[in-house]
C-alpha cells in the first residue's frame, strides 16, 4: 500500500558530503512526521533527523550543524543533506513516516524504507 524508496547513499571520502532523498508513494491520505534513522553494524538503529509536517526539526547532537533534514509536501519527500561527513556516520540509512493511508479516518501508522548504505571511508 505504501513504498518509501530511498536513494543517494555511496562511498564518500571523510569530509565530502551526500543527499539522501525518499520518495513515499501509494494510498497515502497524509503524512505527518518523517525521519531517517540509521543503523551501523552491531549497534542499535538511531534517530538522524525527524521533521513534522509544520517542518519543525528534531537532530541528535552527534550531527547537528552537519546535517539537515528538509521536505517537499507536494511530492511526499524527505531529504537529508549530509555535509562534514565522518567515518563514524558509516551505517544503513532508514527512511521513516508517520503517515495516515486513504480510508484510515487519518489514523498513521510507521512505515519504514529498505535502507541504503553510507560508507565514510578513505
Known amino acids: 500500500q505504501v513504498q518509501l524508496v530511498e536513494s543517494g547513499g555511496g562511498l564518500v571520502q571523510p569530509g565530502g558530503s551526500l543527499r539522501l532523498s525518499c520518495a513515499a508513494s501509494?494510498?497515502?491520505?497524509?503524512?505527518?512526521?518523517m525521519a531517517w534513522y540509521r543503523q551501523a553494524p552491531g549497534k542499535q538503529r538511531e534517530l538522524v533527523a525527524s521533521?513534522?509536517?509544520?517542518?519543525?526539526?528534531n537532530y541528535p547532537d552527534s550531527v547537528k550543524g552537519r546535517f539537515t533534514i528538509s521536505r517537499d509536501n507536494a511530492k511526499n519527500t524527505v531529504y537529508l543533506q549530509m555535509n562534514s561527513l565522518k567515518p563514524e556516520d558509516t551505517a544503513v540509512y532508514y527512511c521513516?513516516?508517520?503517515?495516515?493511508?486513504?480510508?484510515?479516518?487519518?489514523?498513521?501508522?510507521?512505515?519504514w524504507g529498505q535502507g541504503t548504505q553510507v560508507t565514510v571511508s578513505s
Open positions: 521513516y513516516a508517520y503517515l495516515a493511508l486513504l480510508g484510515s479516518s487519518f489514523k498513521p501508522d510507521n512505515y
Open positions: 521533521i513534522t509536517s509544520g517542518r519543525s526539526t
Open positions: 501509494g494510498s497515502i491520505l497524509s503524512i505527518y512526521t
